[in-house]
Every structure is written in C-alpha cells, then in structure tokens.
C-alpha cells in the first residue's frame, strides 16, 4: 500500500519563504498526479497546486499570485512546493494528495476539485504558519 507523508511546514514571517516535501512511497510517481491541498479553519479547502509525474504539467491557484512553484524529482519519488513571497492568508495545514493519472485532465481536476474528489492518497498534513 502507497502512501504518501508532507514535511517542511513552520511558522515565518510575513515574505519569507518556505519549501514543503512529499515524500511518496509504495507507488511510481511517474503514474500519479501530485497536488498540494491546504485547509485554513473557516475557509474551504483549496487546491494550491497539482503537478502531474508523468509529463509535469502544472495548475496553480489563481490566489498563489505566482508566488509558488510546484516540482517533482521521479528518481526522488518526491514533489516539491517552493512558497515565497508568503502572506498571513497562506496560513493553512498543507497536504500532499496523489490520484493515478487516467487523462490528460486528473491534475487540473483533483486541484480545481479538492472537496470532492476521490484521491488515491493523502498525507497527514504540515502546518504552514505566517505571521509576524
């Protein structure tokens, strides 16, 4: 059974910057989309962005304001999101969320979808605090 396991959240000031990890294991990236999900108490959860392993074709939030940039390392069975330039409103718990690519639209789907879709994986979650 796969699973996957995010790390790297922390408390940082206001335009800092921070980079999460997820570590994927039990499956091949390659055969995954990989999408970074945050949940803020008293927001809904939004789908921050979603890279797929096999081509890296990416979405981003409109709400990132290109601030973020998501990667993947195959050989690493790892994806990355580099955050900067982060704002109080970033505060969230991040969770690294894997479904197998079966179309050339899983990873817009699974970002643009985050309360409903049906996900093959989910992390546990890495605490994201900004402020000052």
């Known amino acids: 059974q796969g699973q996957v396991v995010e790390s790297g959240g922390d408390l940082v000031q206001p335009g800092e910057s921070l980079r999460l990890s997820c570590a994927a294991t039990g499956f091949t990236l390659r055969d995954y989309a990989i999408g970074w999900i945050r949940q803020a108490p008293g927001k809904e959860r939004e789908g921050v962005s979603c890279?797929?392993?096999?081509?890296?074709?990416?979405y981003y939030a409109d709400s990132i304001e290109n601030r973020f940039t998501i990667s993947k390392d195959n050989a690493k069975n790892m994806v990355f999101l580099q955050m900067s330039s982060l704002k109080p409103e970033d505060t969230a718990t991040y969770y690294c969320a894997a479904t197998r690519i079966l179309g050339l639209n899983t990873p817009t789907a699974m970002c643009i979808m985050p309360g409903t879709y049906d996900y093959d994986y989910w992390g546990q979650g890495t605490q994201v605090t900004v402020s000052s």
């Open positions: 890279i797929s392993g096999r081509d890296g074709f990416t």
